[in-house]
């Protein structure tokens, strides 16, 4: 039963991957499932459904058998036979691919339906479409030209200004580059004088102390002549 399910997978995967991208497959799967959809087609399609879904519950039921089994009379947890263990992860694994191909089939029905759903719209926007082009009169179809015409002077108004707009984008660029040069020139004019003046400070300092020392000898000498 496990390989069935496998090919079941694959089948139902192969589809979804159909009808996800345009190609001439894609549409011989949309024509197959119209033709499923026909007649007696839901017929089986729900039977086989039922079918699955009941074996489904069925494997589930047989899981939770098995897991009442490793429980003891104490209610603890209580270890599995091999065989329980065997058929515990058999039932779990078929039950897993079981609900997974019951969703693989629910994402194949959806997208079936979307796309005629999409193809249908656009049939009848085309066909609306064409009414109105047959329907329109001389008048009509100037005014339409007319309109057109508006638009595109729309449109070239709108990239004169945007033009406009980008040619000031970048001469403020350029503002702000030479700007920002001058403000650099600035900080190092700045720095320079900043160590210009550190340096006076320093000399100024050297001097104060060489005046303030001979200062002191001129002192020590008269207190010793006196």
Do not use: W
């Not at 979804?16 to 949309?30: A, E, G, Q, Y």
């Not at 087609?41 to 729900?46: E, F, M, N, T």
Request: proline share 3%.
């Amino acid at each position: 039963m496990i390989p069935l399910l496998y090919t079941m997978i694959f089948v139902e995967s192969t589809m979804i991957m159909l009808l996800l991208f345009k190609s001439p497959l894609r549409k011989l799967v949309i024509a197959i499932l119209d033709k499923i959809k026909r007649g007696r087609g839901p017929i089986v399609v729900k039977t086989v459904s039922a079918t699955i879904s009941v074996v489904f519950l069925s494997t589930l039921y047989s899981i939770l058998k098995i897991q009442r089994r490793g429980i003891g009379e104490d209610g603890a947890p209580d270890t599995l036979s091999p065989t329980d263990q065997i058929l515990f992860s058999k039932h779990l694994l078929e039950a897993s691919l079981m609900g997974f191909i019951l969703f693989l089939a629910l994402m194949i029905d959806r997208l079936h339906h979307y796309i005629r759903e999409l193809r249908l719209r656009r049939k009848t926007m085309e066909a609306v479409k064409k009414n109105d082009t047959r329907c329109a009169g001389p008048e009509e179809i100037k005014a339409r030209e007319q309109q057109v015409e508006t638009f595109k002077e729309m449109i070239r108004q709108l990239e004169t200004e945007l033009e406009g707009k980008v040619k000031e984008a970048s001469t403020s660029e350029a503002t702000v580059e030479a700007l920002r040069k001058q403000s650099e020139g600035l900080l190092l004019e700045y720095d320079r004088l900043l160590a210009e003046n550190q340096e006076l400070r320093n000399q100024l300092q050297t001097l104060d102390l060489k005046l303030s020392y001979s200062g002191m000898k001129k002192d020590s000498s008269i207190f010793l002549h006196i």
